[in-house]
Every structure is written in structure tokens, then in C-alpha cells.
């Protein structure tokens, strides 16, 4: 489920709320009660999305010579 980060205008705090992504527009209460909140949409994370990322592709060797294969010594 997605995780939203919101921030409350009334006593700035900033929170997280999971919900569908259709409830992402609703109005999340913060922490304290208050529900002058905004969303921050820089912050939208899919759980286990990390998980399945591209990761690098390995570097030949790893000892950081130049004994990786490819250049015959
Ligand atoms: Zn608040």
C-alpha cells in the first residue's frame, strides 16, 4: 500500500499514513488531531518497491585492480 507524507499546518508536524491510492486526495488528520494538513507529494513510496529497483550492475573483480577478465593480465 502506498504511504503518503502529509504535513500539518496547524502545528507543523509531518507524518506518514498508508492508505489505497484511491484515498490518497482525502484528508489525513495529523497526529495531534488537526486536519489542516497538506500532502507532500515528493514523498509517495510503495512498499517493496525498493525490492524489485534495478540495482547496479556488479563490477567485474571487485578488488579494483584490472584483473577483472578483460584485460589479460
Ligand atoms: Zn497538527
Request: overall charge positive; charged content about 20%.
Amino acid at each position: 500500500m502506498p504511504r503518503y507524507e502529509y504535513r500539518c499546518r496547524a502545528c507543523g508536524d509531518t507524518f506518514e499514513v498508508s492508505r489505497p491510492m484511491a484515498a490518497a486526495s482525502d484528508a489525513a488528520a495529523c497526529p495531534q488531531g488537526h486536519d489542516d494538513t497538506v500532502k507532500l507529494l515528493s514523498t509517495v513510496a510503495f512498499t517493496g518497491a525498493r525490492a524489485s529497483a534495478p540495482v547496479p550492475r556488479p563490477t567485474a573483480g571487485g578488488g579494483g585492480g584490472c584483473c577483472g577478465g578483460s584485460c589479460g593480465c
